[in-house]
């Protein structure tokens, strides 16, 4: 079997490469600005659905991989599944039971959830009604009907949503062999979420804590390339104690990010959740994008209901917005080099 996976990857590193001359290149890259001229949709990548993330990136694309970063218990599970629904929504809500917008499907991997509670976690978010309710059948009438409903669209949208329950300590052979068993028997996912890099191991058990999620990255990261999918998953960030005194800009960044600064080295973009001694308290989550390889460095909100198991979007942003509703740049904060506003 390690053979076959041997010989899988090896043939589709070969699809991963590209290459030609700029002058080879030059009526491709002409046609190619034409058509974005024509038409502004063309070449856009996935929304995620938080409004200051799809502003500065203008979505996810294929062979990119987004890292949220946070501490333990710091939401980065809730950020992964509310990016991978609303990516796997767009737009469409469990009140459309035909005529749906494109969509896009989803290989979900969760190394620290068992299946029956992701499913849980998700019909709460969808519905919008309270998890612990679901979990233990003490809906109202109210309750039942809008889980009801989104069942009946979970049923009818054409786009999967595929939670995958693996153990932890699963390799990128075992993610790869899922990865081709779904494409073979479904349709190929655009995005594949892994929640998350640090439960994963390496085969090479020799290595060096450090040198392992180092490795682990590298290979997530070519994985991204060679499959052309959009890659979501988290890491965490260090000992939050060894910042302390500092100010909030100070405390945030990459290196933040816990166990080894390889990670982010193979990560196309960073995002890292805030933590500071009032967040439980506060009903807004600060977002801070710390590495982007093609767009400035911003920050933004989403706001809790944990009940449901919700961040939604900022709703300043969605109720604010004049002229263009998706110019919303005089209501985001800008970072330069060194991360300062």
């Given amino acids: 079997m390690q053979s ?6 090896s043939i589709n590193q070969v699809k991963a490469y ?5 002058r080879e290149s030059i009526e491709d890259f002409h046609n190619r600005y034409i058509a974005k001229k024509k038409d502004p949709n063309y070449g856009i990548g996935i929304p995620t659905g938080y409004s200051f993330l799809d502003f500065t ?27 991978a629904i609303n990516m796997w929504l767009q737009g469409n809500t469990i009140d459309m039971k035909k005529d749906f917008k ?37 809906l109202n009438d109210i309750e039942e009907a809008k889980l009801d409903k989104a069942m009946q669209f979970a049923s009818n949208y054409p786009h999967d949503f595929e939670i995958v329950d693996v ?13 081709n068993d779904v494409a073979l028997r479904r349709k190929k996912p655009q995005v594949v979420v892994i929640d998350y890099l640090a439960l994963m191991d390496h085969k090479d058990q020799t290595l060096d804590d450090w040198l392992k999620m180092g490795k682990i990255a590298e290979q997530l990261h070519e994985f991204t390339r060679v499959h052309e999918i959009v890659m979501l998953s988290a890491v965490q960030v260090n000992d939050p104690k060894l910042d302390m005194g500092k100010n909030i800009e ?22 890292q959740i805030e933590k500071t001694q009032d967040s439980d308290l506060r009903p807004d989550l600060n977002l801070h994008l710390i590495k982007s390889r093609r767009t400035e460095l911003v920050r933004g909100k989403a706001y809790k209901n944990y009940t449901c198991c919700a961040l939604l979007n900022d709703p300043f942003v969605e109720e604010q917005s004049s ?10 904060e800008f970072y330069d080099a060194d991360n300062r506003k």
């Fill in 4 to 9: 076959v996976v041997n010989n899988i990857r």
């Fill in 18 to 22: 590209d290459q030609g001359s700029l």
């Fill in 57 to 83: 990136l203008c979505g996810l694309r294929s062979s990119e991989m987004f890292l949220i970063a946070g501490p333990t218990g710091g939401g980065k599970s809730l950020m992964l599944m509310n990016m």
């Fill in 102 to 138: 494109k969509g896009y499907d989803i290989l979900y991997f969760s190394l620290e959830m068992p299946k029956n509670d992701m499913e849980e976690r998700i019909f709460s978010r969808l519905s919008m009604v309270p998890q612990k309710s679901i979990r233990d059948a003490k």
């Fill in 167 to 179: 153990p932890r300590g699963a390799t990128i052979e075992t993610i790869e062999l899922i990865f």
């Fill in 250 to 271: 100070q405390q945030i960044g990459l290196h933040r990010i816990g166990r080894s600064k390889l990670i982010m080295h193979n990560a196309n973009f960073g995002l």
């Fill in 323 to 332: 002229g263009d509703i998706d110019d919303i740049s005089n209501k985001m």
